[in-house]
């Protein structure tokens, strides 16, 4: 019998290609995004957030089987801290209690290798603390700073941290939800591809992320692995964050951290 699972980030990119492929298992997909989905809502708003939780909820009759945080977006603009750090926590935390109806939950969420580059410290502390305005604020100042490119990389770590943190409480582990994050290098998806057009963007994404196993990765690669995260098989696996990304954070961080 096929599961219910909610998708965020369902029209395009890694999210879409998810939900295509959970369908095709057999699992019923609901789907948010800003359009073309079932459940149409803003995650950057803290309305949109409530929205989007409360569509979930009714389609899946209040108890889901699994939850993907897939919604995110890249850039030097606060939108990303409002998506990638706030909406993916406000929808996991309001799908919970509907998690832990199932019998067998599981939950992830969309990390990145751009969360082992260097962050802001006043964003992800005030991620870390549920403090929006105050991320917002930081945010604003990073960018008058002109070091906007910390944004993602923030918005990723503090996403990984807040994982860490919560996998393994009463809440989440403790109700026998698995929760766990896939950290991709760079996938090619349409988020992705001016990065593939630019020259130069290309010359330092490179530099950047070193994937020495067979190169950049389509989104199939990283569905595949967040579809084995939210399945029955993944029974003990919990507050991790398993780096889908050709070889590049062993790369770049070396033996001494795993």
Known sequence: MGRTIAVSGSASGIGKTLAELLRKQGDEVVGVDLRDAEVCADLSTAEGRMQAVAEVLERSGGALDGAVACAGVTGPTPLTVQVNYF???????????????AEAPRAAVVGSISGTQP?????????????????????????????GNRLY??????????????????????????????????????????????????????????????????????????????????????????????????????????
């Open 153 to 258: 990389p923030s918005s990723k770590s503090a996403l990984a941290q807040w994982l860490r943190r919560v996998s393994v409480t009463p809440e989440w582990a403790g109700a026998g939800i698995p929760l766990n994050a896939v950290a991709p290098g760079v996938v090619r998806t349409p988020m992705s591809a001016p990065l593939f057009e630019d020259e130069k963007m290309f010359k330092i994404m490179n530099e950047a992320v070193p994937m020495p196993l067979n190169g950049y990765a389509d989104a199939i690669v990283i569905a595949e692995a967040l579809a084995w995260l939210v399945s029955p098989a993944n029974s003990h696996m919990a507050g991790q964050v398993i780096y889908v990304d050709g070889g590049a954070e062993a790369t770049l961080r070396g033996p001494s951290v795993f």
């Open 87 to 101: 909406g993916a926590v406000a929808l996991l935390d309001g799908l919970r209690p509907a998690l832990a109806e």
């Open 119 to 147: 962050v802001d410290d006043a964003v992800l502390r005030a991620c870390l603390e549920g403090d929006e305005p105050a991320a917002l604020a930081a945010a604003d100042r990073v960018l008058a700073a002109k070091q």
